[in-house]
């Protein structure tokens, strides 16, 4: 073969483009031979044309080989589908797919292989082929036996010389599938809320509990069920927080995740409120850096934010049990132990009416009140109730409610419930002790001040009360003892009990002394009726140890409001009038009058004045003798205070002693009259012409006080007298009071040799023992005695029971208010040496006292 015309490469593996120019080439030669009409007979043209023709067939089976090599190698199936869609051609993956044979599909519609498709089906493709676009739709294709399988059809065009085809390539989708139902039923499975939003916050796409979350039903369409007005979210502590500040959003704003986050969301209309952890990651697609979109996942921790707020709440209110009422699902929640304290352990409420049923009637509309105003308005309560169990047994319990949320997110109440029963018991036992007197089982004092502060605070008119004080008391106590006193005072409240109507309080205010609030609103005069029918009550003796005594009654009445407006002014004029009734003479009753108003005006005014009288020189001492009664010699004189005051007059001591002692101006005074009775004293002596002794009141004020003992040894000092001519007297309530010092003022009085009288005794208050415990000389018989006496047979054997006391103590006794020769008469006959008394002279001044003592005569101290 001549080198040159060999064709180059038309064989083997050379250059398509050269072997295909070589073939034109040829072509055109033979062409051009024929053109002339010649034929051919060159034989190395022949030749050349048949190695060409050769090796174009050659060239096209290996074409058509390669075809269907390439064809079978493609792993999805693949057909080859002329315009009416029908099957030219299907490869080996797509025979295995189908489960059928090539021979047995080629020339058959699609049909065979996608018996889904409309008839129509080749329109859609040819119009995106026509455009040079490929085609994909997601069908299923159909194998032999009728099972189907799911997969994406991707159609491109084929254009062979003028024929056009369609290479179909069909993706098995059967496991994206699967991969896809695993992941959605995963989804659903959850029990976390899944939501897709897309990069503007939209709702794509919402997992069953996401839907439950958001209060959708599950099979709605998420994007238009959800209306995010119709939500509230708040951060952690109920603020309410913006749609731009969740979550998703910032996950989003930011491109980075969001750790969870606690949040209420709260349906408006609902009026629920769900608490969730949020957590948000956003999503990028590759090479892009801002996300597309945003997952959330959302956990709801409802129960366990409401344990743990409960537990918290619970344990600080130290194991009590603790409640959640969910308004908005009406909803009830109880822990165990608010089951055990209503009793229903075994058996839990239902709902809130149910558990409402434990709450007595009396308390219900209150409970049920409280719950609706904190629903409505939020806020909390505290109250005390009383429930009752399932067995009857009634409880006291403290119920405290706090709304979780704030308004107007206050559809759930958080409380507790505590058993408060046996603190309700002992605050009652001790509430009604410590309004009872213990001996006579009445009201005690703060029980009827309390009964009557309540009665005036509700302004109720028609309560009078009624002071009572039972006369000379104190003696019986200190002559019989406490036993009998004790006894006494039980007969007298029984006395009082059967007097009183059921609407008066009757109570023990102190001592022997009683009050009565009689109910006087349907008969004005009841009080006085109760007063004249205590004071005839009384007119009956007692029998103690087979003896009888009389024990009358003071009785002072004061009426609200006419008498007093405060608890204090009522018992104040009450206590004025049965003073008065008292210095009456005892055994009666009296009403609080303008009389005893004024007289308490008075005292103010007294009290001022007193304030400046020493300083003003108002006072001066007159002195009573104290004579022998069996020979009317003086043996010492009583020192007596007189006030003349330029505004009120003479002023009797009984009335202003009282005042300077409540005042304490009497500690001065008192002093005053210590040195001046002692100068006094010393002029007397210095005249040749004095009383044994003098005798000085000593206030108990002045005993309180400790400069007693200084201002008695300065007076004795500067008028240089011994201690044994002075005589100081007080009365029994020096004792009573029982300062601590009291002991050691009175030995201090002692070793300066001053002698100690207990003056008034028997009206006195305590007990007999102090007689033995103090350093006393002597007693002075209160003239109260011996009024009566010799005729009235009690106030005799009371003069008598003193003397006898005195004598078996080896104590001296004084009579005061010796009147009458009878008196004197008597007194000598209990063996009383000595008396003071206008049968013998009223109180004296000082030269008059001299006079006195000049013609009477002086008499030994003792003896
Ligand atoms: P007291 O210590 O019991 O004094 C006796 C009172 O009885 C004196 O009244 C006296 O005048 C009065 N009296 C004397 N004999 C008779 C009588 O036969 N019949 C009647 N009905 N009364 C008689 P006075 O002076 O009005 O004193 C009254 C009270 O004032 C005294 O009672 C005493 O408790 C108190 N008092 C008087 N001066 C002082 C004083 O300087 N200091 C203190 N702390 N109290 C004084
Ligand atoms: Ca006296
Ligand atoms: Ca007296």
Not at 5 to 14: E, F, I, T, Y
Not at 234 to 240: A, F, I, Y
Not at 299 to 312: I, M, N, P
Not at 452 to 464: M, W
Request: net charge negative; glycine share 8%.
């Amino acid at each position: 073969m001549d080198e040159g015309k060999q064709p180059v490469a038309l064989n083997g593996d050379g250059d398509e483009a050269a072997s295909a120019a070589a073939h034109e080439a040829l072509v055109s030669r033979l062409e051009a031979l024929l053109a002339e009409g010649r034929g051919c007979d060159d034989p190395v043209l022949l030749s050349q044309l048949l190695a060409a023709l050769h090796e174009a067939r050659r060239e096209a089976k290996s074409a058509r080989l390669r075809y269907r090599e390439l064809f079978n190698a493609v792993p999805d199936p693949v057909s080859l589908i002329d315009t009416d869609g029908r099957i030219v051609d299907l490869n080996i993956a797509g025979e295995k797919a189908y489960g059928r044979p090539r021979e047995e599909l080629v020339g058959r519609l699609v049909h065979a292989i996608n018996p889904d498709l409309p008839d129509d089906h080749m329109a859609p493709v040819l119009e995106a082929l026509a455009r040079d676009q490929t085609h994909v739709v997601e069908v299923y294709n159909m194998r032999q036996d009728g099972t189907r399988f799911p997969v994406e059809v991707h159609s491109a065009r084929f254009v062979d010389g003028a024929q056009q085809f369609i290479i179909a390539v069909a993706r098995d989708l059967t496991r994206r599938r699967e991969a896809e139902q695993n992941y959605n039923a995963l989804l659903s499975a959850m029990d976390k809320g899944v939501l897709v939003q897309d990069h503007e916050g939209r709702v794509l796409s919402a997992n069953a509990a996401g839907m439950r979350l958001l209060g959708l039903d599950e099979d709605r369409d998420v994007t238009a069920g959800l209306h995010w007005q119709d939500w509230l979210v708040v951060d952690h502590r109920g603020w309410p927080i913006r749609f731009g500040e969740m979550p998703p959003l910032r996950a989003l704003k930011t491109g980075k995740f969001v750790q969870s986050t606690l949040l209420g969301l709260y349906h408006v209309q609902r009026k629920q409120l769900t608490w969730v952890t949020a957590t948000s990651v956003p999503q990028f697609r590759p090479g892009e850096d801002t996300p597309y979109q945003v997952i959330s996942l959302f956990s709801d921790v409802t129960e366990l934010k409401r344990d743990s707020a409960l537990f918290l709440r619970t344990q600080a209110l130290a194991r009590i049990g603790g409640w959640e009422w969910d308004g908005g699902r009406g909803r009830l929640y109880l822990t165990d132990e608010t089951l055990r304290i209503i009793g229903r352990s075994d058996d839990p409420p239902v709902n809130l009416e149910d558990a409402l049923m434990h709450v007595v009637p009396a308390d219900r509309g209150k409970v049920e009140a409280a719950l609706e105003s904190v629903l409505r308005d939020g806020g909390a309560f505290d109250m005390e109730i009383q429930m009752r169990s399932p067995d009857g047994r009634s409880h006291w319990a403290r119920l405290i409610g706090q709304s979780e949320g704030r308004a107007p997110m206050t559809a759930r109440i958080t409380g507790i419930l505590q058993d408060i029963t046996q603190r309700r018991q002992i605050e009652e036992a001790l509430r009604s002790q410590a309004r009872t007197d213990a001996l006579t089982g009445l009201f005690n004092r703060d029980g009827v001040l309390t009964e009557l502060e309540r009665r005036v605070a509700e302004g109720r008119e028609g309560v009078t009360v009624v002071y009572i004080d039972l006369d000379r008391f104190k003696l019986v106590n200190d002559l019989l003892g406490h036993a009998a006193g004790d006894q006494l005072l039980v007969n007298a409240a029984r006395r009082l009990e059967a007097c009183v109507g059921e609407q008066d309080v009757l109570a023990r205010f102190g001592g022997d002394e009683f009050l009565v609030l009689a109910d006087t609103r349907r008969d004005p005069a009841a009080g006085e009726r109760l007063a004249e029918l205590i004071t005839r009550a009384f007119g009956e003796g007692f029998r103690y140890a087979g003896e009888e005594f009389t024990i009358t009654t003071s009785v002072g009445l004061a009426r609200f409001p006419e008498h007093g407006k405060t608890v204090q002014q009522l018992v104040n004029n009450a206590d004025a009038a049965m003073y008065a009734a008292k210095h009456r003479g005892r055994n009666t009753w009296q009403n609080f009058t303008p009389e005893l108003a004024r007289q308490q005006h008075d005292r103010v005014q007294v009290e001022a004045q007193l304030r400046r009288a020493l300083d003003n020189g108002e006072f001066r001492l007159v002195y009573q003798p104290l004579v022998d009664l069996a020979d009317g010699r003086v043996r010492s004189a009583e020192a007596l205070i007189r006030w003349f005051n330029p505004i009120l007059g003479e002023q009797p001591p009984d009335h202003f002693i009282n005042h300077a002692e409540t005042t304490g101006d009497i500690v001065r005074i008192g002093a005053w009259v210590i040195q001046a009775a002692c100068r006094q004293m010393a002029a007397w002596i210095a005249a040749g012409n004095a009383p044994g002794r003098i005798a000085v009141n000593v206030s108990y004020r002045q005993f309180l006080n400790e400069e007693l003992l200084q201002v008695v040894g300065q007076a004795l000092a500067e008028n240089q007298l011994p201690g044994e001519r002075l005589e100081l007297e007080f009365t029994e309530r020096v004792l009573i009071e029982d300062a601590p010092d009291t002991v050691r003022t009175f030995e201090g009085l002692r070793q300066l040799g001053v002698v100690l009288t207990i003056d008034d005794f028997g009206e006195g208050y305590s007990a007999l023992n102090y007689l033995r415990r103090l350093p006393i000389h002597g007693l002075k018989l209160s003239q109260g005695f011996l009024r009566g006496v010799p005729g009235n047979d009690s106030d005799a054997a009371i003069c008598q029971a003193v003397a006898g006391i005195a004598q078996a103590l080896g104590l001296e006794v004084v009579a005061e208010g010796v009147e009458s020769s009878a008196q004197r008469e008597f007194l000598l006959g209990l063996g009383i040496r000595t008396g003071q008394g206008f049968l013998f002279s009223a109180a004296l001044d000082p030269d008059a006292l001299a006079a006195y003592l000049r013609q009477n005569g002086g008499a030994p101290l003792h003896g």
